[in-house]
């Protein structure tokens, strides 16, 4: 992976190689943080990067947080204004990914969620697939079950619950298999390690409640709109049994980093005829052309990195670093 030049760290954006944390750091001893992932599609006619539902993604960053009980200094807009300064430092002319990362700063032991200090980075990279075979996976059900909402919430993303992610995720691959299907608790179908599921049987698009232990995912919010308005599908939020997945016509997993992956074979069982159908082939095609800023209707999803440049010299998180520095946050 291409490391990124910049950071946005401690207010300002600096050079990467200078974000740094000592090892005591409480999020990383313990897991205490939240992130998101957001991509960024280059749009080569317009000669644009449109960064796709920033704020969307940035408002489940921060319920994230209050999840944790981690009140953070900045809101939506502030975080995506951060966002689109830290690109147009990098300038890529390319698609990329965005991790931003809330953790708690304090270099000191102890488990707790009281009496800490956040801390923001957000960095850019370029980035391609996160799974290679897109049009055609291999998934198996995982021997792991997802994490409990009475556990770690699932509904968040949350640092330390992707210990969880990871087992799954780690299995499936030395298995010989591309992505894991989690289980909840209950036995019912949540998600993929890092992708929302979806199921198409006899004609009519399924997927998990969000009462399912599931991230409430933004591409699962973008799928279900697009499947209904564009697609003129029924799509139909309810638990999924394991068995159904043998009979499904379709699968999919959807998310920022997967994007659409049509899952053709499950433990060995071909999906439907056993290779990418035409729900998922539709929704691939339509889903790449709203998300690089092809489909009007759909702009407002996308923010364009290079067109509104704010003006040079705007410093917009003075603020920001003041207050860090008032509460004796500043290091
Ligand atoms: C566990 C998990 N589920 C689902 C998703 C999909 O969420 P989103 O579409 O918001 O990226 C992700 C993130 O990519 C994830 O980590």
Not at 115 to 134: C, F, H, N, Q
Not at 158 to 180: H, P, Q, T
Not at 215 to 234: H, K, P, Q, S, Y
Request: charged share 25%; glycine share 8%; with cysteine.
């Amino acid at each position: 992976m291409v490391l990124p030049h910049y950071a946005f760290f401690k207010g300002r954006i600096i050079p990467y190689a200078e974000a740094r944390v000592g090892v005591l750091t409480h999020g990383l001893n313990y897991g205490t943080g939240v992130f998101s992932g957001i991509r960024g599609y280059w749009n080569d006619d317009e000669q644009e990067l449109f960064v796709f539902r920033p704020e969307d993604h940035y408002r489940r960053f921060l319920e994230s947080a209050r999840m944790i009980g981690m009140q953070l200094p900045l809101d939506q807009s502030q975080l995506t204004a951060a966002l689109a300064d830290l690109l147009r430092r990098e300038g890529y002319r390319e698609d990329c990914y965005v991790r931003s990362l809330a953790f708690y700063a304090d270099e000191t032991v102890g488990v707790r969620l009281h009496d800490l200090t956040p801390e923001i980075s957000i960095v850019a990279m370029p980035y391609g697939r996160y799974i290679d075979k897109e049009e055609g996976a291999h998934a198996t059900i995982s021997s792991w079950r997802r994490v409990d909402d009475n556990a770690i919430p699932a509904r968040g993303k949350i640092v330390g619950a992707y210990v969880n992610s990871a087992l799954a995720k780690s299995e499936a691959m030395r298995a010989g298999f591309d992505e894991a299907i989690v289980l909840n608790r209950d036995g019912h179908i949540s998600e993929g390690s890092a992708a929302n599921f979806f199921l198409v049987r006899n004609g009519v698009v399924l997927t998990p409640p969000i009462t399912d232990n599931i991230l409430e995912g933004i591409t699962r919010r973008t799928v279900i709109e697009l499947l209904a308005r564009e697609m003129g599908l029924t799509v139909v939020e309810r638990s999924i049994d394991r068995s159904e997945i043998y009979v499904a016509e379709e699968a999919l997993f959807v998310g920022t980093g997967v994007q659409i992956v049509a899952v053709t074979r499950v433990d060995h069982r071909p999906i439907g005829t056993g290779r990418i159908g035409p729900i998922a082939s539709a929704l691939r095609t339509l889903y790449f052309d709203v998300v690089r800023g092809r489909r009007p209707e759909y702009r407002n999803w996308c923010m364009p990195v290079y067109a509104p440049a704010a003006a040079p010299g705007t410093d917009l998180f003075s603020g920001y670093r003041s207050r860090r520095a008032t509460a004796g946050m500043a290091k």
